[in-house]
């Protein structure tokens, strides 16, 4: 198992790392100053930790047909890695607006929903369930579809991760996630007076 993170990895590494996560044999992994043997499992984590979005999507079956990158991309393999979110999403995403919070100690009221790309039609949607971690107590806020905007209020201090399940009506789910920043709300002024 690796001890302490790897720095830079070479493509002869990648095209093997690619490989072993399609079910090869175990793959001995070098860098200047470690080597080590990995099984599957531990190149998936550490890729996880150090490339997220990858794995991720990858392991979920996200992008049909698109492997880890490996090189550089030409524009078609962008917009098809692109047209596989939309695919795999049903072109669904989760978003949010902020307004300064009206509550004392909080920063801004937050409402964070599901839109779907050019349409407003979200009738094949069941429900979404939110979770926004340990701060609102592990709690998973469940939303049914009534015909409305589907999603949830909330007020908040910090920045936080929101991930939603999203449940249709021919029962499959997928999972978004979005991450609510308060940038929008960040930005000061620039100061223009010399001094």
Known sequence: ??????????????????????????????????????????????????????????????IEGMGRPVGSWSAED???YRDGKYGSNRRLFLVHSLAPSRRPGQ?????????RHESDDLSDVVAAEFFLGPYWRNQVFT???TGGPLGITTSAYGEFLCV???????????????????????????DFSEG
């Open 107 to 115: 920063k801004s009221d937050v409402f964070i929903y599901l839109r």
């Open 78 to 80: 962008w917009n098809k």
């Open 164 to 190: 939603c399940r999203v449940q249709f009506t021919d029962g499959e789910k997928i999972f978004l996630d979005r991450y609510i920043d308060f940038a929008e709300y960040d930005l000061e002024e620039p």
């Open 1 to 62: 198992m690796i001890s302490e993170p790897m720095e830079e990895l070479d493509p002869l590494f990648l095209e093997a790392l690619t490989k072993r996560l399609h079910g090869l044999p175990a793959i001995q992994t070098r860098t200047e100053r470690h080597q080590s043997w990995m099984t599957a499992e531990q190149i998936a984590r550490w890729w996880s930790d150090a490339h997220g979005v990858y794995y991720q999507v990858e392991k979920t079956g996200a």
């Open 143 to 145: 939303v049914p579809n």
